[in-house]
């Protein structure tokens, strides 16, 4: 059985409250032992991915049955899983922040991201600690705390998945993994670009793949030329659209990270945007395809938007 607790333990830290979020996973029955760091993809809020539960784990902020878990640690059935973070919150401070819901069942939800937000991480407002209360609690035997299964820059507009019980979270990252889900971006980028084509170019050391087409381009007096680009990436690489669009020449408008110093626009926002989600339901078998509006400041420059 899943169970799934968040409790807080307090310690006076000048104005601020020292807080350690703490979120308890209790193992079932195995039929073999499996490493924790495969194991624990998806159980906790605060470590969706199998990158973020390497960090905690790096951290020493897991332990199972007491112990301080590691890398190398083996789960076989029966264990209590325990991720405790430390974070600072303003005492009597309690988030609300209401999300767009775009799509929901009793397995997993797509939500608009806006700019500006982290979805995830020990910050006090984050997408993740947002969705509680912005989804229904499903109603399933394994239903857990709502969570993010992929990622989006903090600057970055559009859909984001998110899962409601245990194994809709494990598939849904094994989906990913699979490249089951087929997601679009849209991007505005700076100066002459090929009508469409492939980026290869590696990232970190990995293999990247990202393919192209120009939709529409505008003049610009400060930059030549801006172009409305739909990017379909086929890897997912930390920063990958950023990092190739920026490898060829043609930097994201807004991308203070990546963009070329002299042409950086101030003050607007990244213009990257996620557009659309596609992938058969994990439950139903459904085929879901969804979409989202641009943001105002897309159609400002590309007024058929």
Known sequence: MFYLNTSFSFNLFHTLNVIESKETHIVPQLTTPIRLQEYGVGIFNRALTKSALKKVLKKQYITVDGAIATTATFIKGGEMIQLAVPELKSPGEKLVFPLKVLFEDEYLAVIYKPAGILVSGVGFKTIAKALPQNLKPSNLSDAAVPQPVHRLDYA?????????????????????????????????????????????????????????????????????????????????RRHQLRKHLSGIGNPILGDRDYGIENLILKGKGLYLHAYSLKFTHPFTNENIYITTEFPQRFKKIFEQL
């Open 156 to 236: 970055t507009t559009g859909l984001l998945l998110v899962g409601k019980t245990s194994s809709s979270i494990r598939d849904l990252n094994r989906m990913f993994a699979d490249k089951a889900i087929k997601k679009v971006y849209y991007a505005i980028t700076i100066g002459e670009m090929n009508v469409n084509g492939k980026i290869t170019e590696p990232i970190d050391g990995k293999p990247s793949l990202t393919k192209y087409a120009v939709k529409d381009t505008v003049p610009s007096k400060r930059f030549s030329k801006l172009n409305l680009v739909q990017l379909k990436p086929k890897t997912g």
